[in-house]
């Protein structure tokens, strides 16, 4: 089991940054992947970002391109969002998760452990 924890949301306002941190616990050694998911009200969830645990490799939806980076640090199995630039149609319970198996495509793959979300919400 890998255990997830997010930190770091909060309401601020358009044009403003935040980071996102998850810290994993537990059996991190067989993390494949961290992903970013998000989830506004009446909404689906929808992937945001991901990054392979091994060799760093990214990848976002595209509405967030060019805004937000994520990022790991392997040492406190930790992975970060970095928001930039944040619009209202940013609001949304993010959600952290980690994937334990191979994935070609991380952005469509199923994800085994989440985290219980931290709000973001950007005012106009």
């Known amino acids: 089991q890998v255990q997830l924890v997010e930190s770091g949301g909060g309401l601020v306002q358009a044009g403003d940054s935040l980071r996102l941190s998850c810290a994993a616990s537990g059996r991190t050694f067989s993390m494949y992947a961290m992903g970013w998911f998000r989830q506004a009200p009446g909404k689906e969830r929808e992937f945001v970002a991901a990054?392979?645990?091994?060799?760093?490799?990214?990848y976002y939806t595209e509405q967030v391109k060019g805004r937000f980076t994520i990022s790991r640090d392997n040492a406190k199995n930790t992975v970060y969002l970095q928001m930039n630039s944040l619009k209202p149609e940013d609001t949304a319970v993010y959600y952290c998760a980690a994937r334990n198996r191979y994935s070609a495509y991380l952005p469509r793959a199923s994800y085994d452990y989440w985290g219980q979300g931290t709000q973001v919400t950007v005012s106009s």
């Open positions: 990054i392979s645990w091994s060799t760093g490799t990214t």
